[in-house]
């Protein structure tokens, strides 16, 4: 043993040798991984597949840091515990990465490949880059059970999503239709809508004049986008309105195209209330047109291709982008002297979440999940409590949506996927005009492998529908997929139904709400008991994360460090010489004790610098204790059988309520009030009082008195360890191993967690004057600038007799922790004169400043203090008697200044009592 250490603990923590060390050992030693069978009660999570194509982000340290202290906690409570790891082949982002690849490596397209050999190198990419979700849990000490990793395109997968497709069909859920659905002109593939983010945006609105065929009459429709004018196949009126009742029935002239086009009756489109209570009707590129040509069978004429330029329908406007087309038919209808007006507007843009080009509504066939049979039984379940959504305010909106779902469009234009098993007959399926399948009209023969002749006709030519499935169909059944269904697994019997789902609340409708309508639906039982919805992690201003604010934090950089070059504008103002590395344990001890239910994480790397300085301070006390270990071992004598002081008592008792407070929290998912209990407890109740009173006895030379002590300090941190172990699992397991009679071969990981036994309040109520006295001293000798080492003399008033008896028992303890020369207790009556005060637990704490200090200078001191406190106070009640400030300042600004104003009047209050007393 080198002379730097003391009992193997360096003087200082060093994060990145410690968690290399150890996320090896305990991967080797097999101690992340479940039984299929066992004895043990079983508990499942299931991680969300990071995208493949992904790099870990704060949002993923936040789920790998939740779900691990879950998991370890009830991994070390005795029951089976399974981490199911995967990653998700996401579709569209992972094609267009390739694809951007291939552009800049060898200037060609996937066309210019071809599916086979393109759909090839994106396997080899994902070979490549796939190992980086593992490498990057491991830096977090994510305690997954790697030994099942999935993939949402492995073969267990593939055979599931076959199957699950296959039965849809079978059973009339899933079909095929020629729709109206959100497109994509860049990724040119059909979008979900919960695929579409909307962004208000400042445009315009036109009105434009329609003649009356026959008539020297104009019908005026205002629209956002007048292009799509060119597919007009109608214009609409409410059947109530007296204006236009008598031209219901008759037609109107499309204008640039001469086309006729009927005027029809619809109150379900029109509002007679609004713009001219005329409405034109484009089936085929608006939602609400849509269904309005449904309703009166209207033609659908499609104006624009898959790239959102305009075809053959637009007639002399055809070849055009839409949005010059949108100028050339602007410019023809003002030539005319059909426009109206132009006037500015906001609008809803549409926005692929992917790509982020306008969306484009678009007539197309695709392959749709009916939901509403499926949506029914999910909503019972959470009804019935069988599953249970926290925080529960999620409730509302999950219902909401379920009550209102659409069916689900689950075909993708893309060629990285899993390809939809339906065929067609070359012979059977009608042609295009330039020769090719028209799949549109084609007859699909869906099956779960590649049928060996047509049905109808006899004929072996077939072709398998060119697109892929939804990302999130895969997804969809990742509960049950990753445990073995189809197949009726060991491990799908012991961990089905999983126990918790722990993700952002911006996926519930994407997964949780479709994992829920697949589990119950082919598993007869919901996929997870509990969704726990965390909340979004923003920077210190509560701002969202984006690189183009220049705000975001990598959590690789936040445990390793980072130069300044590499870090993000926003950081590199903060640490201009580089980023310190702050090492696992902090960062998950911060995103832990910031995870409150309902409220978004604001991370500040302070807070990870002050959890930081937690971790140091618990690694320095661990050392202090085993420095005077010695050779001691507790052995097996209870501890309640040994002399136990009231000190030992009292941190004995302490320890049994925040174990206490930790599994309760925990059991009801509130991470930042277990972190929080356990923080205060280690700093404060363990570090700050018991280590300072154990030294005496420590350091005497009363044997047996410091053989209790020492026994006292090793149940407590080893209590300690394993509370805090499913938090900061690296700098717990390395303590642990240095404490008396843990085996070499051990690990604090598969170590029992604690059970709170019986607290012994008489004592904690018995140490509670001592511990005021002695914190209101401090305060004293804090606030009037005292030296810490300058012995004082305190007077201690109070009319309660037991608690003078109480303190004169214990005066031992403050005296010592105080600084005291000299401790009276007096009944209540007058304060000693020119003395500093304190009053608090039924005590009223004075300490006489006269020969301590010059009090003509303090009393300069506590005037300038008081002028200081006041101009602060008189400056934020400016602020907040504006009610324009409160009115637009964000709320919790507004509730800091206040609490600020409340602290100040205190701390007046304070300074100008003790300014009258000297």
């Known amino acids: 043993m080198s002379d730097d250490t003391q009992e193997g603990l360096p003087k200082a923590y060093e994060p990145s040798e410690v968690e290399a060390r150890w996320y090896r050992r305990w991967e080797d030693a097999g101690c992340f991984r479940a039984e299929a069978r066992s004895s043990k009660p079983p508990y499942c999570i299931i991680l969300p597949p990071p995208n493949v194509t992904g790099s870990l982000h704060i949002g993923h340290a936040l789920t790998a840091t939740l779900e691990d202290i879950l998991t370890r906690w009830h991994r070390m409570r005795g029951f089976n515990a399974l981490w199911q790891p995967g990653v998700d082949h996401a579709g569209i982002a992972t094609q267009m990465v390739v694809e951007r690849e291939v552009k800049k490596a060898e200037n060609k397209t996937r066309h210019d490949l071809g599916r086979a050999e393109f759909v090839r190198r994106i396997w080899a990419w994902k070979e490549r880059y796939g190992a980086r979700i593992k490498e990057q849990h491991e830096h977090l000490g994510a305690s997954l059970d790697w030994s099942r990793a999935r993939f949402t395109m492995d073969e267990g997968s593939s055979r599931a999503v076959l199957e699950v497709f296959v039965r849809l069909y079978e059973e009339g859920l899933l079909y095929r239709a020629n729709r109206l659905i959100n497109w994509c002109p860049d990724c040119r593939t059909a979008?979900?809508?919960?695929?579409?983010?909307?962004?208000?945006?400042?445009?315009?609105?036109?009105?434009?004049?329609?003649?009356?065929?026959?008539?020297?009459?104009?019908?005026?429709?205002?629209?956002?986008?007048?292009?799509?004018?060119?597919?007009?196949t109608a214009v609409a009126v409410h059947p109530d309105d007296p204006?236009?009742?008598?031209?219901?029935?008759?037609?109107?002239?499309?204008?640039?195209?001469?086309?006729e086009i009927p005027v029809i009756a619809d109150a379900t489109l029109v509002d007679p209330e609004f713009g001219t209570g005329v409405v034109k009707v484009t089936p085929a590129h608006d939602f609400n047109d849509y269904q309005t040509g449904l309703r009166h069978k209207l033609a659908m004429?499609?104006?624009?291709?898959?790239?959102?330029?305009?075809?053959?329908?637009?007639?002399?406007?055809?070849?055009?982008?839409?949005?010059?087309?949108?100028?050339?038919?602007?410019?023809?209808?003002?030539?005319?002297?059909?426009?109206?007006?132009?006037?500015?507007?906001?609008?809803?843009?549409?926005?692929?979440?992917?790509?982020?080009?306008?969306?484009?509504?678009?007539?197309?066939?695709?392959?749709?999940?009916?939901?509403?049979?499926?949506?029914?039984?999910?909503?019972?379940?959470?009804?019935?409590?069988?599953?249970?959504?926290?925080?529960?305010?999620?409730?509302?909106?999950?219902?909401?949506?379920?009550?209102?779902?659409?069916?689900?469009?689950v075909s993708r234009q893309l060629w990285w996927g899993h390809q939809i098993p339906a065929w067609y007959c070359n012979a059977c399926t009608p042609r295009t005009p330039t020769g090719g399948l028209d799949l549109e009209r084609g007859a699909p023969i869906v099956a779960r492998t590649q049928p060996a002749s047509c049905p109808a006709c006899g004929g072996s030519a077939l072709t398998q529908d060119p697109d892929v499935l939804d990302t999130w169909f895969s997804s969809a059944l990742w509960p049950f997929s990753t445990l073995g269904w189809p197949e009726r697994t060991p491990e799908l019997a012991t961990f089905y139904p999983t126990s918790v789902l722990e993700t952002g609340h911006d996926i519930l409708f994407f997964w949780v709400a479709r994992m829920m309508m697949m589990g119950l639906h082919f598993m007869g039982d919901v996929p997870f008991r509990t969704v726990y919805l965390h909340a979004m992690v923003r920077d210190e201003k509560g701002e969202k994360m984006s690189k183009v604010k220049g705000n975001v934090v990598d959590p690789l950089d936040v445990i390793h460090g980072a130069k300044a070059q590499d870090l993000p504008a926003s950081l590199r103002n903060k640490f201009p010489q580089g980023m310190p590395a702050f090492g696992a344990d902090a960062l998950r001890y911060t995103l832990a004790a910031l995870a409150a239910q309902g409220r978004?994480?604001?991370?500040?790397?302070?807070?990870?610098n002050g959890y930081k300085a937690f971790t140091n301070k618990l690694w320095n006390a661990s050392r202090f204790l085993l420095l005077y270990l010695g050779d001691f071992h507790p052995g097996d004598r209870p501890l309640r059988e040994r002399p136990l002081t009231l000190a030992d008592r009292w941190i004995l008792s302490r320890t049994e309520r925040v174990t206490r407070e930790v599994n309760d929290a925990l059991g009801r998912f509130e991470f930042a009030e277990a972190a929080s209990a356990a923080y205060q407890f280690t700093w404060h109740a363990f570090c700050d009082w018991y280590i300072e009173l154990a030294k005496p006895a420590l350091q005497g030379e009363d044997a047996a008195r410091g053989d209790t002590t020492r026994a006292v300090l090793i149940h407590v941190l080893d209590r300690v360890l394993r509370l805090l172990h499913p938090f900061i699992p690296y700098i717990t397991e390395e303590i642990w191993h240095r404490l008396p009679g843990v085996p070499a071969d051990a690990f604090l990981m598969r170590a029992a967690y604690p059970e709170a036994g019986e607290e012994d309040p008489a004592a904690e109520a018995e140490m509670a004057p001592v511990i005021a006295v002695i914190d209101g001293i401090r305060n004293i000798r804090g606030e009037s600038n005292l030296p810490p080492l300058q012995k004082i003399r305190a007077v201690v008033q109070t009319d309660d007799a037991a608690l003078r008896g109480a303190l004169e028992r214990w005066r031992g303890y403050v005296e010592p922790l105080a600084g005291l020369s000299e401790l009276l207790l007096q009944p209540a009556g007058a304060p000693p004169p020119s003395s500093a005060s304190w009053v608090g637990q039924g005590v009223a704490v004075y300490v006489p400043l006269a020969g301590l200090l010059d009090l003509d200078e303090e009393r300069a001191r506590l005037r300038k203090e008081i002028a200081r406190v006041e101009s602060d106070l008189a400056a934020l009640n400016r602020k907040l008697d504006n009610p324009s400030f409160v009115a637009r300042a964000p709320a919790d600004v507004v509730e800091k200044d206040r609490a600020r104003v409340t602290e100040l009047e205190g701390r007046r209050a304070k300074l100008l009592d003790n300014l009258s007393r000297i």
């Open 191 to 232: 979008l979900s809508d919960l695929e579409v983010e909307h962004e208000e945006r400042q445009g315009s609105i036109w009105e434009i004049r329609y003649p009356v065929k026959g008539q020297d009459r104009f019908l005026t429709v205002a629209t956002t986008r007048p292009e799509t004018m060119l597919g007009d």
């Open 243 to 259: 204006r236009y009742r008598d031209l219901v029935g008759k037609t109107v002239i499309l204008p640039l195209l001469d086309r």
């Open 301 to 409: 004429i499609s104006i624009l291709d898959e790239a959102a330029r305009t075809n053959d329908a637009a007639g002399p406007y055809a070849g055009l982008d839409r949005f010059e087309a949108r100028k050339r038919v602007l410019a023809d209808l003002e030539a005319r002297g059909l426009l109206v007006s132009e006037k500015p507007h906001t609008l809803s843009i549409g926005l692929c979440q992917r790509s982020g080009t306008i969306v484009e509504p678009r007539l197309s066939p695709q392959w749709f999940v009916r939901i509403e049979p499926l949506a029914r039984p999910a909503i019972e379940a959470v009804e019935q409590g069988r599953t249970t959504i926290l925080p529960e305010t999620w409730n509302a909106t999950y219902f909401h949506w379920m009550r209102n779902i659409q069916d689900w469009c």
């Open 600 to 608: 978004d994480i604001k991370l500040s790397l302070d807070r990870v």
